[in-house]
């Protein structure tokens, strides 16, 4: 028998919503690791259905977990209390573009790069570039806080965001900042909200800052034999007065597993290729790229090279966005993590973490945003193996804790979730999550929000397979 708010919710949605288990069956996967059955999906195009959605859950306090497009990579939309999966990924796409305001107005189910091909028409760029733009939408990037290649100069999605307007768990309308680049009334609520990961509202509309779109850019590429050298020519570029848009790097593993899945010609008997982005003025561009030339020369990178045309700059790209088709063919499950350290201390992070591959026997390769410290170790994997599973769990926990130990965070853009949660305490210290939590029980007094997220539920242990005590 259909519980009773599941029949409240059909009338006022009728063909909107789906609670047969064959059709939900998508909805208890998203990009991470776990499994977990909604027990409804309503699939809303506007925000009254948002409104009408959570005025019901909050009645019969039923859990609601938003979902964008499921890219996410911490588990932030999997539904692990069951209730309603808010499917935004329907909602009609709707980029506005003001020039003269230098701002865009989008709906939560726009993907990322539609937002950058309207910027662009105007001559203007929204920076933000999450490596799955193709494939995430902006509500999914605004509740995660998204990153990108180049976050190194342009920074995070919190970074380009003026206003929001949102529906909270009653089930209210809400508008957050405005659409000037000052505004400092109030409490900063937009940046509260970036980056909640679902639990504290549902984004319905954003306001984003757009800049003028760079002249022109170009890319350099270089192999390094150690990690080291390629830690002191990214830190040797960074000190010598260049800012460049993206410093980004793949392992000797990763470099193996492209030209395996697509023989691209890149070196394999190194430890890093690095690919470097300079972007601005045509006569600026030129004088770095040059520069940027030298430095990773003389720190002892071979096979440095610049492309002479767009093709080839795009085949150079193409080695760094073919890493995650190549590695997901190594083995069926993927574990990726985004510990992020000081850059002084990435040689030393990547040291140990091929101490961890070794120890616990598995594949582990590395890639990530360099001139950062946002390092993506993935550990590739087949979760139906309990025993090599174990060994991952272990292996994520040394990563976690060794990156808190260089000063580094749990987390550079992917978002806690519930993945990274049971880790929270050991980076914010106990009267941080404390006051997080109280946010969130003041906001959400019912704990219908994606319940589970960001803070571990009780007895949570393990974080992959997500074992709850009790
Ligand atoms: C191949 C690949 C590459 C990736 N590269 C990057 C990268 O470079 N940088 C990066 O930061 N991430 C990256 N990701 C992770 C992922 O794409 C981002 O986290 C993205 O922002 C998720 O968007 P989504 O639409 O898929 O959201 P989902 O995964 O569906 O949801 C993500 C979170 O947002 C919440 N949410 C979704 N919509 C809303 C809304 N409207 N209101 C409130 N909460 C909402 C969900 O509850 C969940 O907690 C990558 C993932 C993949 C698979």
Known sequence: MKQEWIEV????MDHHLVSARSDLETYRFDASFGEFFPEAVVYVTNTEMVRQVLKIANEYKVPVTPRGQGTGLSGGDLPIHGGIILDMSQWPASVEVFPEDLVARVSPGTLTSEIHAEAEKHGLMYPPDPSSSNISTIGGNLAENAGGPRGLKYGVTKDYVLGLEVVTPEGD????GGRTIKNVTGLDVTKLLVGSEGILSIITSATLKLIPKPATKQTVMAAFPTMETAGEAVSTTLTSGILPAKMEFIDQACARAVEEYEPLGLPTDIEAIVLVEVDGHPTAVQEESDTVMKIMKE????????PRTKEEALNMWKARMLVSPAIATIKPTRASEDATVPRSQIPAMMAHLADIREKYQLSLVVFGHLGDGNLHPNILCDKRDKEELERVEKAVGEIFHFALELGGTLSGEHGIGTMKSPFLEDELGLVGVDMMKRIKQ???PNNIMNPGK???????RLILSREVEG
Do not use: A, R
């Open 454 to 460: 960001i803070f571990p539920d009780k007895g949570q």
């Open 442 to 444: 003041s906001w959400d």
């Open 299 to 306: 720190l002892g990178g071979t096979s440095v090279s610049m």
């Open 9 to 12: 919710l059909q009338e006022k």
């Open 173 to 176: 309308v809400m508008h957050t």
